[in-house]
């Protein structure tokens, strides 16, 4: 087996490379799970509910997603034996993601980078809570920033859909009444125009129905590099020592030769 140096861009090529063929099948996954999201919202006007609805399904997901081709469509949503676990992970991360990401973006980041394989792992490994977190950061040692720099290309899409749908929202209002009042949010303790929200919604959807699927399968190929990189890097290693014991054999036998030539040919000399 050939062993690859990590690239990101690689691995995003590689990602939606893979998707060929199988978009039909991750596209219905993906609308059949966002329906859960949009139901739960409807009843109960929250969106943290209604995230940790949709991430309870994430690792059944990203294993689906990592092997798309022989998995069905079904076993996304067959969690039911570790249900428990699913529902904890999920309310713990919608939760301290969350909260990250309203005080401040950069330590969201560094959660993500921490923890990015977390509903990759928690979709292979039967662990709780603390194991999957524990295990999924030691996956990533050493390769943080690189994690990082992968979450950030998705976070600046999710970016551009939500300022892109937002600014459509802002035109629409010129035309429809409806967009140009305001709404609350936060259990009504605050309140925004309604375009900035339907456009941050729907910003949020498009992302969670086309993009968040490739992202997973990112996230999976990434888990796959670390560990192509780590070997790539023993060989070289390996490699590298090879080489330097090759060049001290030649330089003993040069010493020996050498030594040799001195014996048979010995040299006085007069001072």
Not at 201 to 218: N, Y
């Amino acid at each position: 087996m050939d062993f690859e140096k990590y690239s990101t861009k690689n691995i995003i090529n590689k990602s939606i490379a893979s998707c060929n063929g199988v978009y039909k099948k991750v596209l219905v996954a993906s609308l059949i799970q966002y329906v859960a999201f949009l139901i739960t919202f409807i009843l109960t006007q929250s969106m943290l509910i209604s995230f940790v609805v949709y991430l309870v399904f994430l690792p059944a997901q990203a294993k689906f997603l990592a092997d798309m081709r022989n998995e069905n469509v079904n076993d996304v949503f067959k969690v039911k034996s570790k249900f428990g676990n699913y529902l904890i992970l999920s309310m713990f991360f919608a939760f301290v993601f969350g909260i990250l990401s309203v005080l401040l973006i950069f330590p969201a980041i560094i959660f993500l980078a921490n923890y990015a394989l977390i509903f990759d792992v928690a979709g292979k490994e039967n662990l709780g809570l603390m194991e999957s977190l524990k295990l999924a950061k030691e996956k990533v040692k050493g390769y943080r920033g690189k994690i990082a720099w992968l979450c950030v290309v998705f976070m600046f899409i999710l970016i551009l859909l939500i300022g892109f749908c937002m600014l459509m929202s802002w035109l629409l209002s010129l035309i429809l009444p409806t967009l140009a009042g305001v709404i609350g949010v936060m259990f009504g303790m605050f309140t925004i125009p309604s375009f900035y929200f339907v456009g941050a919604f729907t910003g949020i959807s498009l992302f969670l129905i086309f993009v968040l699927p490739v992202e997973l399968v990112c996230i999976s190929n990434a888990a796959k590099a670390v560990e192509s990189d780590k070997k790539y890097m023993e060989n070289v290693a390996a490699e590298v020592l090879k080489e330097e014991s090759a060049k001290e054999e030649n330089k003993e036998e040069l010493k020996k030769e050498d030594e040799t030539k001195e014996e048979d040919n010995p040299t006085d000399y007069i001072s």
